[in-house]
């Protein structure tokens, strides 16, 4: 390098280098920093060449099993082992309210073919005790044959007759629920119930989610419970019907498409119709015993008269989805109120009803689907529940006059769509609550006028039944199964 033509910078630069470089021989730094690099190579040799790998552990002669829960394996909940549903079903209830006694054949998941046998001698007695009961009642009344006048106009709906039972106002403010009023009578949410239309007992039917019947002797004596329970149906019951000359008889439907019949003197349940549509409502003409009238299907009516055969003898298509509720007029049997998940509610005359295009006389729009449609025990009156949040109220001649009456109907999915039901006259109306009550709407004020409530609700009441020959004796059916019964002091 030619010296000569650096500048000062440059030839000082080159000397700070070469002083700098005598400085590390010096040193003997890359002398050491090689050997410490053989060295550590050498240690991670070593280390390597005196690793023990481990020994493999001899394969079990027993394989390891997965535990995995019936419902992951596709089976039924197994109620005689485990702590769940035996537990909170029947040590609960052991502190609190009466617990179903079972009978034999309804414990099994998978249902035998053919009638379910009725074993329970004491459940048997109570049925035709009550059955007599109101036979020797309703000796002095007309046939159950007897028809009523086909020219029968829409008007004479205006007369005060009672529904079935008797009719006056109950004292809201005597209505009180007490601690041995309630019973769980079955494990899953109940559907429907209906109390027993007699005097002298006090008798409730209800059907649940699983296809459980279960039926509670309220005025039992304290050594047994009086809940017997029973299953005759594999899919949700979605209704039951007493028959009211013949309370031995009882009809109960579900959405499997089945009907099932249970005689109390035959010791039975028996299947008496099949379909593979669904059934979603079922009902009874008054005075017409040996007709059933149930929704099938989307929007379906079926009319099967038991004397002509196994078949439907007519069938209508009323509504464009299911039919949730079928009721009929009690002053005048032709006239039938249907509720349906297509949003409407309707008002039909019988004789009028044209097998391929039926006309209305009345049709009441909702917002959203219909949960029930129900006639007064007058029959001057139809009250609609929809999931709009509006309970609707028809009167006047001809059902011409409609109001829309706020309630909150928004509900959880484990519990029964709220419906509105008639108590003992036409004044009120009894329906659930979210907040563990039960609202009574007044007609006359068109509006919530008081509350239902009691420290013993544990659960929201969701389905409705009123005693038809006790006034002030109410029923209420929750999500699991249990039954609150209101009565007046």
Not at 206 to 232: M, N, T
Not at 264 to 279: G, L, R
Request: with cysteine; hydrophobic share 35%.
């Amino acid at each position: 390098m030619d010296l000569q033509n650096l500048t000062d910078y440059e030839r000082r630069r080159l000397e700070n280098i070469r002083r700098n470089n005598e400085m590390v021989a010096s040193l003997k730094l890359h002398s050491k920093a090689a050997a410490l690099s053989e060295e550590a190579k050498r240690r991670r040799v070593e280390s390597k060449s005196n690793k023990v790998s481990p020994k493999k552990k001899p394969k079990t002669e027993s394989p390891i099993v997965i535990r995995r829960s019936l419902r992951t394996r596709g089976l039924p909940p197994d109620f005689s082992s485990g702590n769940g549903l035996k537990d909170e079903f029947v040590e609960s209830m052991i502190k609190g309210p009466k617990s179903p006694s079972t009978p034999e054949g309804s414990k099994s998941p998978s249902l035998p073919e053919g009638p379910l046998s009725i074993r329970d001698r004491v459940f048997l007695d109570k049925i035709l005790g009550v059955s007599k009961e109101s036979q020797l009642r309703n000796s002095d009344k007309c046939s159950a044959d007897d028809e009523v006048d086909e020219k029968k106009p829409l008007d004479c709906l205006i007369k005060r007759e009672s529904r079935g039972g008797v009719e006056g106002s109950a004292d809201l403010g005597s209505m009180t629920l007490n601690a041995e009023n309630i019973a769980r009578i079955m494990p899953g949410r109940i559907m429907n119930l209906r109390f027993f239309p007699c005097i002298d007992s006090t008798m409730i039917v209800a059907g649940d989610k699983s296809g459980h019947i279960g039926f509670w002797d309220v005025d039992c004596e304290k050594e047994r419970d009086g809940v017997f329970l029973y299953q005759p149906h594999k899919d949700p019951v979605s209704g039951i019907l007493i028959q009211e000359f013949s309370q031995s008889k009882i009809f109960t439907s579900c959405y499997g498409g089945s009907i099932q019949l249970m005689d109390a003197e035959k010791e039975v349940f028996d299947k008496i119709y099949s379909s593979e549509s669904a059934i979603f409502s079922l009902s009874q003409r008054p005075n017409y015993v040996n007709c059933l009238y149930f929704g099938e299907g989307n929007g379906g009516l079926n009319l099967w008269d038991m004397r002509a055969g196994k078949e439907p003898s007519s069938s209508w298509p009323l509504h464009e989805y299911r039919i949730n509720t079928i009721d009929f007029n009690i002053n005048n049997p032709n006239i039938m109120a249907t509720s349906s998940s297509d949003a409407t509610a309707c008002i039909w005359d019988l004789r009028k009803i044209d097998s391929d295009k039926p006309k209305t006389l009345k049709t009441v729009s909702h917002a959203r689907a219909v949960h029930s449609a129900y006639f007064s025990p007058s029959g001057s009156s139809l009250a609609t529940t929809s999931v709009e949040n509006k309970v609707g109220l028809l009167g006047g001649v001809n059902f011409e006059d409609l109001s829309m009456i706020y309630h909150e109907n928004h509900m959880c999915r484990w519990i029964s769509s709220f419906r509105a039901i008639w108590g003992w006259d036409d004044s009120y109306l009894f329906i659930g609550n979210m907040k563990r009550g039960v609202d009574i709407i007044s007609t006359a004020c068109r509006k919530t006028v008081m509350t239902l409530q009691s420290a013993h609700m544990s659960a929201i009441p969701c389905r409705f039944s009123a005693h038809p020959y006790k006034v002030g004796m109410l029923a209420g059916a929750t999500g699991g199964g249990q039954i609150y019964m209101w009565k007046s002091c």
